[in-house]
């Protein structure tokens, strides 16, 4: 496995998502958002799923693909 800061600038990383962390299977230095698709520098990426194994641009991204996933979420309040 490289570390995560390893590899070229301008090209798109692949991850694995763990809890917590990340590791770079595949060098580069962004990942696109899976909500949005804004590309999130890896110094900056903190919102992923780890069952999904998708990055998000923050945690209005997140939430919205959360309920996507689960619409019963909407209901609740």
């Known amino acids: 496995m490289m570390n995560r800061f390893e590899g070229p600038g ?6 694995r998502y763990l ?7 595949s060098p580069g230095s962004f990942v696109r958002c899976a909500v ?13 799923s780890v069952a999904r194994q998708e990055p998000y641009v923050n945690a209005t991204a997140s939430l919205r693909r959360e309920i996507e996933v689960h619409p019963e979420l909407r209901k609740r309040s």
Do not use: S
Not at 19 to 25: A, H, M, P, S, W
């Open 36 to 48: 949005t698709g804004e590309h999130i520098p890896l110094d900056e990426l903190k919102y992923w």
């Open 10 to 15: 301008g090209k798109e990383a692949r991850i």
């Open 19 to 25: 809890d917590g962390d990340f590791q770079v299977t």
